[in-house]
């Protein structure tokens, strides 16, 4: 049996994109964590299509790949990556593809896999809150320093002149 320690969280992180929305795993990037071949990964999705759903994964537009990737992995040489557009697989799909690779490999790394996105979402869980928190005390506090603020404001506004007074020899 394979020791899931091997397979490590951070890299996995690492790993994860968000695009369209949601976070996914490119497959040339799951094809390395299972130590398959990428176009291995793609026929066995393809021979099993039915079990991949639009939410579970989809294929990159052009111009997702030219312009997302091309930030995240620096320039690409070329002939070094393939001339097809790749796969991404959200959680779900990555779940599912434990189901069409029967691998002891496959399955320990989908283990591991699974517990950095519910990682990640709990983190996001973490900031959401922590985003609430800051804005209930600034209500808070905006009550207790309205007069201060107010007083503020009325400093930093232009001073409202009168009626201009002419100078100098004014004949009746």
Known sequence: MINTALIDAESIKG???QIRGKRVMLDQNLASLYMVETKQLKRQVRRNIKRFPIDFMFE???EEYNNYLRCQNGTLEIGKYSKYLPYVFTEQG?????SILNSERAILVNI???R???A???AALTYDGLRRKITTME???DAHFKIVFEALKKLLEPPVSKERRIIG???N
């Open 15 to 17: 790993k994860i994109f």
């Open 116 to 118: 950095t996105f519910v």
């Open 120 to 122: 990640l979402r709990k």
């Open 94 to 98: 990555v779940a599912m593809l434990s």
């Open 60 to 62: 990159l537009t052009r």
């Open 139 to 141: 209500k808070k506090y």
């Open 112 to 114: 591991q896999i699974i």
């Open 169 to 171: 020899f004014h004949p």
